[in-house]
Structure formats: C-alpha cells, structure tokens
C-alpha cells in the first residue's frame, strides 16, 4: 500500500527493521519499506523507491509482468518526478521510469499516453544534449518507432534523421550502426523520401561489404543487403542498378555455396535476415481493429508491446484467409479469373509468411527454420502454378517467391540450396539462363504438388 500522509513512529521502525534484516526481503517488502522512509528522508530514500518500484513490477518467479505493474511504474514516474532537481541521478531516473512506465502504458492500448510520456523522454534528453553538448540526443529513436507505430512517417523520418546525422560522425562499431541504418532506412522509405534512403541503403552495402571483406561481419549479412538494395532499387524503377546489385548477390552467394562462411558467427545474421525481409515489398496490412503496424526496420523486442501482441494476433486469422482463399482459387472456368485468385492468394500467402518468420525467428533463434519452412515452400509451389496459367504474371512473383525462400535458406545456412533459388530467380527475371527445357535450371522446377498451402 502507499503512504499518502504522515507516518508513525512504528511504521518507520518495521521499516528499517526489514531493511535491516539479515533474512531475504521480498521486493513487495522493499517496496513497502522504502514508501514509508521516502517520507522521513526523501533525499535518500524517494531514489531507491523508484528503483524496486519498477523492480517489484516484473515478477521474475513467473517470468512476466504483475497485474498491477502499469500502477507501480505510475507510482515510480510520479515518485522520480518529485526526486530534487539537484539530485544527479534524478534524470536517468526519471527516464528509466518513464521508459518503463510507458512499455507498460502501450501493453494496455493507452497509445496516446504512452507516446507522451515518450515525448517526455525525449525532452529529458534534449535538455541533456545542450547541457552536456553531446550531439545525439537519448529518446529520439523510441520517439521516432512511436510516430512510425501510429503512422506519422514524415514526422518519424525527420527524427531517425536528426539522430542518424549526430551519430554517425561519433559511430564507432559498424555492427552497431548497421542497426540504425537499417531504422533510418525503412522510416525514409516509409516517409517517401525515396532517393534519402537508397543512399543510406548503399552506404549499408558498402559497410557490410567491408565487414565481409576484412572478415569482421558475415557474408551472409553482406548478401542480404545487396538483395534489399536491388529491391528497393527495383520497387522505385531503378531497374538495371537492381540488377547489377542482384549480380553482385549472385556472387556472393555463389561463395557462400562453394566455401561457407569464413569464420563462424553468433548467429545474428538470421535477425539481420528477419528485419530486412518485411522490406521486399510484403507490404502489411494494419489489422481490422486499425491498430498499429510495428515499426519497420527493426526488431520485435524494440517494438511497443501492443504492436508486438497484435502482430502475433494477426497469425491465426491470416492462416484462416490463406486457407479459404486457396480452396476457391482453382474453383473458376476462366484463366483470368484463375490467375486474379491465384494472385490475391499469393500476396495474403507472402504476407502469413513474412510475418510467421519474423516472430518464429525473434521467438525460437535456432528452430525457427523448422516452424516457417513450409510455408516458404507452398509459396514457391503457388508460384509455379500461376506461372503456367499465366507467363507473363507469373514470371515476377515467382522470382520475388523464389528470392524469399533462397535468403530464407541462407538464414537456415542452406547455402547450396540457396543458390539454386536463387540463380532460378534470377533466370526469370531475364538476368540468366531461362529456367525451362533442357538448360541446367530444367531439374530446379518441379511440376506443381497439390496439396494445402
């Protein structure tokens, strides 16, 4: 319970008694202690309130937040607010309240209150930022997801911009900044700020080029920055510059095939795959209710907890849509009609796909190929199908689908197979030999297989 008024005698003894206790206290004990000595001396005591505040609202005997841990870090921020101004911890205190109370504040659909308290945040560190004259200022990036979450892309491209221009003259470890790059990158795109983020997408490529060369970063993350170079290169019509890119991928691809990788990794390229795979042009779809879309560009553990669950949510019935639209897609006489479903069923597929894959890759690291190979595969069957009741149609998306699946393979360290996609793809799209007849693409394309996709 609080302690909204004075305190007696008795209460501040039972206080430092279990403060005092040589036994284990419990973090509800701690908190109750520390309200009722905030009160005799809050200089001292208001501080470590707000630290077991947010300590006592995850229950780390279960794994996950108390039911009442959206009060507890309300009762933190409102303590940290009225910590002295003078106290040097108060404002790194007051921000990880904040921070913590607004994670909780999205968790409960209070968007609204949650990007304010962000805003709050990012105030604390702009008055940082001129005080110390450190140039990047602390909540931009947690600000800039927030605008993007709620479908503000100019206002979030202007803060990934503000951030990325301070830090990149003080970057000093490029695996950290091909993160950021990748934010600033999908808040460019987002925003329509098309030539802004092909220029920060190739100075992603030559980075991790380097990285590749000089063996301080993976092959396999230098690969999938060239792939989502060429299409976004592609997307905006730049279409001979994304197949040049898409040579350059061949290239690497064919070494990751012949040789592996160089020298063995962490395993933080698939996370690197997962992230830029939303960008192939498997646009979302916000979900029925309107809420928000996660943040492109970066992983799901910096996205609001509400983004997160409804992404996760959207699984089920978008399974149920494949489902229903794939029993209709061959129901019809005529090949237009045939190719329209066939079409509609292949973007609802890719999207169940690119979604299945980004939240079994952040939730199971090594299993996920396992739980998403499936659907990769009917993709890649879905596509072969449209191919044959339409050439002309078909030829692309099976390119896209056949992409998809070989970057997913490399994700799985696949890499032979990986490249047979991959050089398939690459014939469709007229960039090598034609994958029909008797030409070496004639085994890689199997007839159709029946079956549920």
Request: contains cysteine; glycine residues 8%.
């Amino acid at each position: 319970m609080t302690h909204s008024g004075p305190v007696d005698q008795d209460d501040i003894i039972r206080a430092r008694n279990t403060l005092l206790a040589s036994g284990r206290r419990t973090p509800r004990e701690e908190v109750d202690a520390y309200r009722v000595l905030a009160h005799v001396s809050p200089a001292s005591y208001r501080p470590r309130l707000v630290t077991a505040l947010q300590r006592l609202s995850y229950d780390t005997t279960v794994g996950r937040h108390r039911p009442d841990a959206l009060a507890l870090c309300e009762e933190a921020v409102a303590v940290a607010r009225t910590i002295d101004p003078a106290e040097p911890a108060r404002e790194d205190l007051l921000y990880g309240a904040l921070d913590s109370c607004q994670r909780r504040l999205y968790a409960a659909g209070r968007r609204a209150d949650g990007l304010a308290l962000r805003a709050e945040m990012l105030a604390l560190g702009r008055a940082r930022a001129a005080r110390t004259g450190d140039p990047v200022v602390r909540g931009l990036e947690s600000w800039s997801a927030g605008l993007s979450e709620d479908g503000r892309y100019a206002e979030a491209a202007d803060a990934m911009t503000e951030l990325m221009e301070a830090f990149l003259p003080v970057a000093a470890e490029p695996g950290t900044l091909a993160w950021s790059l990748l934010r600033w990158i999908a808040a460019l795109d987002d925003a329509g700020r098309t030539d802004e983020a092909l220029d920060v997408f190739a100075r992603l490529v030559r980075m991790e080029a380097t990285e590749a060369a000089e063996e301080r970063g993976p092959l396999a993350c230098h690969l999938y920055a060239l792939i989502g170079y060429a299409q976004l290169l592609g997307t905006h019509g730049r279409r001979e510059q994304a197949a040049a890119v898409r040579q350059k991928a061949l290239a690497v691809l064919t070494e990751l095939a012949a040789t592996g990788e160089r020298r063995s990794w962490s395993g933080y390229q698939s996370t690197f795959w997962a992230v830029l795979l939303p960008r192939s042009g498997a646009v979302g779809e916000p979900p029925a209710d309107g809420g928000p879309l996660p943040p492109s560009g970066t992983t799901p553990m910096e996205w609001s907890p509400d983004a997160r669950q409804r992404h996760s949510d959207s699984l089920g019935p978008l399974r149920e849509a494949v489902d229903a639209l794939a029993a209709r897609a061959t129901t019809d006489s005529s090949e237009d009609a045939v190719t329209r479903r066939l079409t509609e069923l292949i973007r609802l597929h890719r999207l169940l796909t690119v979604r299945s894959a980004v939240h079994w890759e952040d939730r199971h690291h090594v299993l996920f190929p396992d739980r998403v190979r499936p659907l990769f595969d009917d993709g890649v069957r879905l596509g072969r199908r449209l191919l044959r009741h339409d050439p002309e149609t078909g030829a692309p998306v099976l390119a896209q689908l056949l992409v998809d699946r070989a970057t997913f393979r490399t994700a799985a360290t696949e890499f032979a197979p990986a490249l047979t996609d991959f050089r398939e793809a690459l014939g469709h799209l007229g960039e090598g030999p034609a994958p029909t007849g008797s030409g070496p693409f004639a085994s890689t394309v199997p007839p159709d297989v029946s079956g549920p996709v």
